[in-house]
């Protein structure tokens, strides 16, 4: 089992209640709830960098328009052949 670590922390009585209404409805320590909310936190950081990456590189490397439209033609005579 990993080395766990006790902290204290302060957070305004609305926060605080807030969270113990989520917490209970859901049937979460606190602890739990905290480690869930870091956790969503780490991953919202990290799709903020994907996101800023892909900006980055779309930025370098635009669509060319004449590629989206042979690519729009192409979609739209394959998906023609299918049955829907």
Do not use: C, H, N
Request: net charge negative.
């Amino acid at each position: 089992m990993p080395r766990v670590v006790k902290f204290a922390i302060s957070i305004p009585e609305e926060d605080f209640k807030k969270l113990e209404v989520l917490r209970q409805k859901e049937e979460l320590t606190r602890s739990k709830a905290v480690l869930q909310a870091v956790k969503l936190w780490e991953e919202s950081k990290s799709m903020e960098e994907f996101i800023r990456k892909y900006e980055e590189g779309y930025k370098k490397f635009p669509e060319v328009m004449e590629e989206r439209v042979a690519w729009e033609k192409a979609s739209l005579t394959a998906l023609a052949k299918e049955e829907w």
